[in-house]
């Protein structure tokens, strides 16, 4: 068989090809050859790694970027930047170049949240937010989240994260489970999961347990999910559930609540619903 030469490859071929790999194979490829490191810096190759509509995302950044070349503005987008007058976060996974967004706590419908009596909002110095949730005591606890799958990548399975803190102050949200729930068109996931603050990564996928799932119609929602554990900026993720997006226009509906217990709850710091690419 004939070898191909790639520095003999037109730049549009070169970049297509670059396309189907990954940021991480791309940038592996530059130590190839000195030509083709050029060519694998070029915009061409760079831009088939950003957003079709990164022109859009860049009008609704808080804090306009500036950037020197398509791989630069890759790189800049690869972390999280506000946007929608920072009532949003989105940013792109550096391995797969697929679109990661953050809802913050204002964005979410959080039940009985305009009364001061239940809930404050504040900032935190460890928010990525100007300010946050903090359940003051209430005992019908309720946290909906809604994003349409139009803004994610397609072809992608997508897991869904509530991104919350507990107060030295916590009280009563582990009394009786929560219910967790994630709906995209027909397709539902439920589970419960008791909230307490996880002392070790063992503990806390102790503390879980899941019941009465759900599947309808097909499995573009999955039942095994990771639980609630700590991130490394210091939150806690609780796992509301996962699900495929093909190419569809469809809502996804992310609920946390628990309404079944009268007793009063107190503790809860809500930073927001993040929706990444499930690795």
Not at 104 to 126: D, G, M, N, T, V
Not at 180 to 188: A, F, I, M, Q, R
């Amino acid at each position: 068989m004939r070898e191909i030469n790639l520095d003999l490859l037109p730049e549009d071929c070169f970049a297509y090809i670059m396309s189907l790999t990954s940021p991480k194979d791309v940038c592996w490829s530059a130590f190839v050859s000195s030509l083709i490191r050029f060519m694998v810096d070029s915009d061409t190759v760079w831009e088939k790694f950003l957003p079709s509509n990164y022109e859009e995302i860049l009008s609704k950044l808080v804090s306009p970027l500036v950037y020197s070349s398509k791989k630069d503005l890759f790189a800049r987008l690869s972390k999280p930047q506000l946007i929608d007058g920072g009532n949003k976060i989105f940013s792109i996974a550096i391995s797969s170049s697929k679109k990661c967004y953050m809802l913050s706590a204002r964005e979410l419908s959080i039940k009985w949240a305009s009364h001061p009596l239940y809930w404050s909002w504040k900032p935190l110095p460890q928010s990525r937010f100007a300010e946050v949730a903090e359940l003051r005591t209430i005992s019908w606890l309720e946290i909906q989240g809604l994003l349409n799958t139009r803004l994610l990548s397609p072809k992608t399975c997508y897991g869904v994260y509530l991104i919350v803190k507990f107060a030295d102050r916590a009280y009563g949200l582990d009394s009786v489970p929560s219910e967790v729930s994630l709906e995209v068109g027909n397709y539902k996931s439920h589970g419960t999961m008791y909230l307490s603050r996880p002392k070790s990564e063992k503990q806390s996928l102790e503390n879980i347990h899941y019941v009465n799932r759900i599947k309808t119609l097909r499995s573009n929602v999955f039942e095994e999910r990771q639980g609630l554990g700590e991130r490394k900026d210091g939150w806690i993720e609780i796992e509301l559930g996962y699900f495929y997006n093909d190419l569809g226009d469809e809502e996804v509906k992310m609920c946390l609540k628990e309404v079944k217990g009268e007793h009063l709850k107190g503790g809860l710091i809500v930073e927001g619903i993040e929706i990444r690419p499930k690795e």
